[in-house]
C-alpha cells in the first residue's frame, strides 16, 4: 500500500521537504515505516529516537499497525509558550 507521510518542523528540515510517499506491505508497523522513512531520508536517522507518529490524528506506539488508507504525520517533540 502507498501512504503519504507529512513532515514537521526539524523532520521536515531533515528531510527537505514536508512530505513523502512510501510503498508499505499491509500490516506494517509504525517501527517498520519509519525504518523506510529512514532509509529513503537518511538524515532523519539524527532525530529517529525522538520522532512521534500520529496516525488519522492520534498519537501511535512504534508497534501500532499502519491501516489501509492511513493519514501519516511525524514530527519531533515540541515545547515552548
Known amino acids: 500500500m502507498n501512504v503519504t507521510i507529512k513532515l514537521f518542523a526539524q523532520a521536515r528540515d531533515l528531510a527537505g521537504t514536508s512530505q513523502t510517499n512510501l510503498s508499505l506491505n499491509e500490516g506494517e508497523s509504525v517501527k517498520q515505516m519509519l525504518a523506510s522513512l529512514i532509509d529513503e531520508h537518511p538524515a532523519l536517522s539524527q532525530i529517529q529516537g525522538n520522532l512521534l507518529v500520529a496516525v488519522n490524528n492520534e498519537y501511535v506506539s ?3 499497525l499502519i491501516p ?3 493519514e501519516i ?3 519531533p517533540p515540541v515545547s515552548g509558550g
Open 68 to 70: 489501509t488508507n492511513a
Open 62 to 64: 512504534s508497534n501500532s
Open 73 to 75: 504525520a511525524c514530527f
